[in-house]
């Protein structure tokens, strides 16, 4: 049975919890169905071309090109409009409107495949090629909308997963009809148009979502629309290079579903049901890593995922690349003597590996957007992405074809592609910190410590805020930073610069030096002059009102510069307090010195965090503050 009621933040214990609830379930069949329905049609029609069509005009090898060429084409030429649709227009009614015309494309493609019409196939290509296009913005633009920050790493792993999903069984189940003999295009045109009335039937139960947009005028011209998008997606360098990293995560992704047959017959020695195994081992970790998300972010869209996505692709690949070299040459086999092998095995390890580490990598990326983009032209970023997509995947194909044409076995061109996701991941991390910190922040906080989080839905998602924490350890910057469903910009003591690493880090993460103001009055006045900034655009800010680091483990008096900056901007004020890390490493325990005995209480010690609710910035000092956390620290986090 499906819910209308929206759950509170700790209701549902993971994301499949969604597909019970109307906000979620229907859509989601909806999108699942749309892309079996796609891959159903898509590779019956080339087998039927392959196989049992003799078409001078269209050679058996040229087909598989020309059909996915027809299908990404309308991306390129649509999307930008298809954004526009989707901003403008009521989405639960948009979504109506393009599964029926999934029921129209069916029906003329059922014409098609029982008259053996291989142009009316064709144009049904490039029309379910537009449909996919039309539902793309929609899709992306409407989780936001239904679910909350804590549910849309859960969700948009739902998503990717059920993609994947799809995707396999539309495949399998579209050569699987289409063998069928007399009757296989017969038994493809019932299944497609059938599958089609089912996706229509389920829109029927979307929820009404309002545009974001609704006065917007559309502009029909693709390429400046398109230009436009950009330059939205540019207002947040975050969200911009979120696009382009996903876009590289298709072409990544491309270069391996292209190869796929060519790799399984002249690598592996396989026949086709070899070749049909990468694809299920492919999908299947895309799968795997896009439902990971949820748990090991812990519900919070978690961008240091990313990194190491990135870092498991690249070691994936290139160990694919070592695995597949040396491989004795054999008659070509079949699916029972290709998996009796041991050799195989690693083979398929890795591709589960890197297959699974991109949809860690994806995944993160697309709840970001999503988050941050504002919800006014959401869905025409998402357009503008759909069409670097289209364009990073036909530049992988040409780029992939050009390396074999040169002389490069199919194992050489995978290892290209892993060491350019090398290349391309340090320059996205470098150029966007915020991946790199965020990755920091998550390996200590799951890696060093045992970090439980409480409270942290009172750390607010959108506008400005001054989060106040008390100050126990070098590292306090980094657990929040691993806490925090946004970036915190810190307020911190000039000389924790000086420190090798966490300087650079805290470099990095842009943090505000502060300098006592009789030492340096003008550091003094452009720290706080720096706060202000942080706060008129909308961010967090962060402060340790200690005005330094513990060396006893007490709760040391407030300063007065919170007061400073909140008289300055009146904005409401998180209280935080961190537990338990003071005795660690990164504490002044050893007579007020830092960082003397490594691992001093082993790995995985339990620390923790506690948010308390927002405050009025009104009546407040720096006393009552303090008074706040010290509560917070009377009541451990776990």
């Given at each position: 049975m499906l819910s209308d009621d929206a759950p509170t933040p700790h209701q549902d214990a993971n994301q499949f919890a969604l597909l019970r609830q109307r906000r979620f379930g229907p859509f989601f069949w909806v999108q699942f169905l749309g892309a079996g329905n796609d891959n159903l049609f898509k590779f019956a029609f080339t087998v039927l071309v392959t196989y049992q069509l003799q078409l001078p005009w269209l050679p058996p090898a040229m087909a598989g090109l020309v059909i996915g060429a027809l299908f990404i084409l309308p991306f390129v030429l649509f999307s930008a409009t298809s954004g526009q649709l989707a901003d403008k227009l009521e989405k639960s009614r948009l979504i109506r409107f393009v599964k029926t015309l999934e029921i129209a494309i069916m029906a003329a493609a059922g014409l098609g495949f029982m008259t053996a019409n291989a142009p009316l196939l064709l144009g049904c290509v490039f029309l379910m090629g537009l449909h996919s296009t039309l539902f793309g913005p929609v899709k992306f633009a409407y989780l936001p909308q239904h679910l909350s920050e804590r549910e849309l790493t859960g969700?948009?792993?739902?998503?990717?997963?059920?993609?994947?999903?799809?995707?396999?069984?539309?495949?399998?189940?579209?050569?699987?009809?289409?063998?069928?003999?007399?009757?296989?295009?017969?038994?493809?045109?019932?299944?497609?148009?059938?599958?089609?009335?089912?996706?229509?039937?389920?829109?029927?139960?979307?929820?009404?979502?309002?545009?974001?947009?609704?006065?917007?005028?559309?502009?029909?011209?693709?390429?400046?629309?398109?230009?436009?998008?950009?330059?939205?997606?540019?207002?947040?360098?975050?969200?911009?290079?979120?696009?382009?990293?996903?876009?590289?995560?298709?072409?990544?992704?491309?270069?391996?579903?292209?190869?796929?047959?060519?790799?399984?017959?002249?690598?592996?020695?396989?026949?086709p049901q070899v070749a049909s195994l990468l694809l299920v081992v492919f999908s299947v970790g895309v799968g795997t890593g896009s439902l990971l998300c949820e748990v090991v972010s812990r519900r919070h869209v978690e961008i240091g995922l990313v990194p190491a996505g990135a870092i498991g692709m690249s070691v994936f690949a290139i160990d694919l690349y070592f695995a597949s070299r040396g491989l004795p040459?054999?008659?070509?086999?079949?699916?029972?003597?290709?998996?009796?092998?041991?050799?195989?095995?690693?083979?398929?390890?890795?591709?589960?590996?890197?297959?699974?580490?991109?949809?860690?990598?994806?995944?993160?990326?697309?709840?970001?957007?999503?988050?941050?983009?504002?919800?006014?032209?959401?869905?025409?970023?998402?357009?503008?992405?759909?069409?670097?997509?289209?364009?990073?995947?036909?530049?992988?194909?040409?780029?992939?074809?050009?390396?074999?044409?040169?002389?490069?076995?199919?194992?050489?061109?995978?290892?290209?592609?892993?060491?350019?996701?090398?290349?391309?991941?340090?320059?996205?991390?470098?150029?966007?910190?915020?991946?790199?910190?965020?990755?920091?922040?998550?390996?200590?906080?799951?890696?060093?410590?045992?970090?439980?989080?409480?409270?942290?839905?009172?750390?607010?998602?959108?506008?400005?805020?001054?989060?106040?924490?008390?100050?126990?350890?070098?590292?306090?910057?980094?657990?929040?930073?691993?806490?925090?469903?946004?970036?915190?910009?810190?307020?911190?003591?000039?000389?924790?610069?000086?420190?090798?690493?966490?300087?650079?880090?805290?470099?990095?993460?842009?943090?505000?030096?502060?300098?006592?103001?009789?030492?340096?009055?003008?550091?003094?006045?452009?720290a706080f002059e720096a706060a202000d900034r942080v706060l008129a655009e909308g961010d967090l800010l962060c402060i340790f009102p200690e005005g330094a680091i513990t060396r006893d483990g007490q709760l040391q008096p407030f300063q007065g510069g919170v007061m400073k900056i909140l008289k300055r901007r009146p904005v409401p004020v998180v209280p935080v307090a961190l537990h338990n890390l003071?005795?660690?490493?990164?504490?002044?325990?050893?007579?007020?010195?830092?960082?003397?005995?490594?691992?001093?209480?082993?790995?995985?010690?339990?620390?923790?965090?506690?948010?308390?609710?927002?405050?009025?910035?009104?009546?407040?000092?720096?006393?009552?503050?303090?008074?706040?956390?010290?509560?917070?620290?009377?009541?451990?986090?776990?």
């Open positions: 969700g948009n792993g739902m998503v990717e997963m059920g993609t994947f999903v799809a995707i396999l069984l539309g495949s399998l189940a579209g050569g699987l009809l289409i063998a069928i003999p007399q009757i296989g295009p017969a038994t493809v045109a019932v299944a497609c148009f059938g599958v089609a009335l089912a996706g229509r039937a389920v829109a029927q139960a979307v929820p009404h979502s309002p545009a974001t947009d609704p006065a917007l005028r559309i502009n029909w011209n693709p390429f400046t629309e398109t230009w436009r998008n950009l330059m939205l997606a540019r207002q947040d360098i975050v969200v911009f290079r979120s696009l382009l990293g996903i876009s590289w995560m298709w072409f990544f992704g491309a270069v391996f579903l292209a190869n796929f047959p060519a790799f399984a017959k002249t690598v592996l020695h396989g026949d040459a054999v008659a070509e086999q079949g699916l029972g003597a290709f998996l009796a092998q041991p050799a195989h095995w690693r083979v398929i390890a890795d591709l589960f590996l890197l297959a699974a580490s991109a949809g860690l990598y994806s995944v993160p990326m697309y709840a970001l957007i999503q988050l941050r983009s504002q919800p006014s032209h959401r869905a025409r970023i998402i357009a503008a992405n759909n069409i670097l997509n289209a364009l990073f995947m036909i530049t992988s194909s040409l780029g992939a074809g050009a390396m074999l044409g040169a002389g490069f076995s199919v194992p050489e061109v995978f290892l290209a592609t892993a060491l350019l996701n090398v290349l391309v991941g340090a320059y996205i991390f470098l150029l966007v910190p915020e991946y790199l910190l965020r990755f920091v922040a998550f390996l200590l906080s799951r890696l060093i410590y045992r970090f439980d989080v409480r409270g942290d839905q009172h750390l607010p998602t959108s506008g400005a805020a001054v989060v106040v924490c008390n100050h126990v350890s070098y590292v306090d910057a980094l657990l929040l930073m691993a806490a925090s469903p946004r970036p915190l910009r810190f307020i911190m003591d000039h000389r924790i610069f000086a420190v090798p690493v966490l300087g650079w880090l805290f470099r990095l993460a842009k943090a505000i030096p502060i300098a006592p103001e009789r030492e340096d009055a003008r550091a003094y006045a452009a003071w005795g660690s490493f990164f504490s002044r325990i050893e007579g007020g010195t830092a960082m003397v005995r490594p691992l001093r209480r082993g790995l995985f010690s339990r620390v923790g965090l506690v948010a308390g609710p927002a405050l009025a910035p009104e009546g407040l000092s720096p006393e009552a503050l303090r008074q706040q956390v010290a509560a917070l620290l009377a009541a451990p986090p776990a």
